[in-house]
């Protein structure tokens, strides 16, 4: 499985954002798609994820209200939507597929295959 992470960039606070996260070698039927990101000097923190079956979605409570998590079953393809930006939000973006089964979907060790990154970059 190969995961392709794009559409990030530079933004204004409050502006909007939408990255996506493009699947090939297999498809989405039984994975949880994941979306982490990674500051410099932290520790790589859960954002989003939606659960390819039923479209069950979580987030972290940082984002809870300004991100939206979704699928496209017909291009194999996952977006995060980022409204209402921060500065906090700057970090690099990955994406992830969890393949196995997990009772969680919140920690990077669950997931299976990683994206390589797009940088979000927001300004004050």
């Known amino acids: 499985v190969q995961l392709q992470a794009s559409g990030g960039g530079l933004v204004q606070a409050g502006g909007s954002l939408r990255v996506s996260c493009g699947a090939s070698?297999?498809?989405?039927?039984?994975?949880?798609m994941g979306w982490f990101r990674q500051a410099p000097g932290k520790e790589r923190e859960f954002v989003a994820a939606?659960?390819?079956?039923?479209?069950?979605?979580y987030y972290a409570d940082s984002v809870k209200g300004r991100f939206t998590i979704s699928r496209d079953n017909a291009k194999n393809t996952v977006y995060l939507q980022m409204n209402s930006l921060i500065p906090e939000d700057t970090a690099v973006y990955y994406c992830?597929?969890?393949?196995?089964?997990?009772?969680?979907?919140?920690?990077?060790?669950?997931?299976?295959?990683w994206g390589q990154g797009t940088q979000v970059t927001v300004s004050s």
């Open positions: 070698g297999h498809t989405f039927s039984s994975y949880v």
């Open positions: 992830a597929a969890q393949v196995a089964y997990y009772s969680t979907v919140y920690y990077p060790v669950h997931y299976d295959y």
């Open positions: 939606i659960r390819w079956s039923d479209g069950r979605t």
